[in-house]
């Protein structure tokens, strides 16, 4: 007996839950073939490294692919995501059952890493969030091309992006200064073919709704276009910066359909709301902000540093995490989102730690807005 349930959409792709012949499936249709071909392929390469479902099979439809693989059993109403274990812990106040949860995603990811590290180039690794992004015609292009204005402050004031070379920037008191065209440039030169980068096959793009994780089973994990061989800076960087800002704001604001089995999620104890102020007046810009991460996210990110970025940063011998990182915080930065078309607030938010992050004093417990502890090595 046929039965399909608990259709999702999220971006340009649907699923659905289907039980037929005694299988239960996850069944997901990309309209896209190229993305649904990197999927697989992505699926490929980590599944021998990382617990993942089994895919069963894929087929074209018409515009669509159809990918399907076997149902994880333990993923369900406000369950089986890191986002979930996070998410309780921050309404509970106890960090045991997320501590478990962290032990088994990290170890086991530490020990994968460890196994794949290798010193090569941008051009061997999956560049599809950094490297293809930065491209001309990338993200980067698609979004400030056009030099459209970024909205900061709920009466209509904005700024284009050119406009921020010539501004004085004050954020939270401190001076900084932003040159979107400058900072694409470089940016462009960090992340061509040639570029040298330490390397490890990764699921690549480890948010806390991509990591699954249940008491019976252990961790898994899910979303594969971006598996394989991907820089470790970057790496780094999207969980970090997903953890103080993206999971922790954007995606839950914006992307609310991402939610809808995780409600939980988008509890106030759990999803902090930013507190920003901002005065433009002629060459002067300034935004005061508050906002940091919720304490079971800032948790998550201590441990994240102390039990996987700093042994590895140290056992690569490189001291400054912060130089490390920096072109990775900022491409997720400006090409997760178009500032554009965010709300005034987002963007003068996202704006004040672009300014942070590109200073070169910057510390990254700073950025992170984490106190820093006594293993700090930027």
Not at 45 to 63: A, H, K, N, S
Not at 73 to 97: P, S, Y
Not at 104 to 132: C, F, M, P, S
Not at 225 to 243: R, V, W
């Amino acid at each position: 007996m046929l039965r399909i349930t608990n259709h999702r959409r999220y971006t340009a792709n649907h699923t659905w839950h289907v039980d037929w012949a005694g299988e239960t499936l996850f069944v997901k249709a990309n309209p896209h073939h190229d993305e649904a071909h990197a999927e697989c392929a992505g699926h490929a390469r980590i599944r021998e490294f990382y617990p993942v479902p089994r895919l069963r099979r894929t087929r074209r439809v018409g515009p669509w692919t159809v990918i399907v693989y076997d149902r994880w059993q333990h993923l369900g109403r406000d369950r089986g995501l890191l986002l979930d274990e996070i998410t309780r812990a921050d309404l509970t106040g106890d960090t045991r059952r997320l501590d478990v949860c962290l032990n088994a995603l990290l170890g086991h990811y530490t020990r994968v890493i460890g196994q794949t590290l290798r010193h090569t180039n941008h051009g061997d690794t999956i560049g599809k969030i950094y490297g293809g992004r930065a491209a001309p015609h990338g993200r980067l292009d698609q979004y400030y091309r056009t030099n459209a204005p970024w909205p900061i402050t709920a009466y209509g004031a904005a700024v284009r992006p050119s406009d921020l070379a010539g501004l004085r920037l004050v954020v939270n008191g401190q001076e900084h200064a932003v040159d979107v065209a400058d900072l694409t440039r470089r940016l462009r030169a960090q992340f061509v073919g040639e570029a040298p980068v330490w390397a490890a096959l990764t699921q690549g793009d480890p948010t806390d709704l991509n990591l699954g994780w249940s008491p019976e089973c252990g961790p898994v994990w899910f979303d594969y276009d971006t598996g394989g061989l991907n820089a470790l800076p970057g790496e780094f960087a999207c969980f970090l910066l997903y953890q103080r800002l993206h999971g922790a704001w954007l995606t839950p604001l914006h992307h609310q359909g991402a939610f809808l089995d995780h409600p939980s999620a988008l509890d106030p104890a759990s999803l902090v709301e930013p507190r920003v102020h901002v005065e433009y007046r002629g060459s002067t810009l300034v935004i005061n902000y508050r906002h940091a991460p919720s304490p079971a996210r800032q948790y998550v990110m201590r441990r994240y540093l102390d039990e996987v970025v700093r042994p590895i940063a140290r056992e690569l011998g490189i001291a400054d995490l912060m130089t490390w990182l920096r072109p990775y915080l900022v491409m997720r930065l400006l090409a997760v989102y178009d500032l554009s078309e965010l709300e005034p607030r987002d963007v003068a938010l996202s704006l004040a730690l672009l300014a942070q992050v590109t200073d070169p004093a910057a510390a990254l417990s700073d950025a992170l807005a984490l106190v820093p502890s006594n293993a700090e090595v930027d």
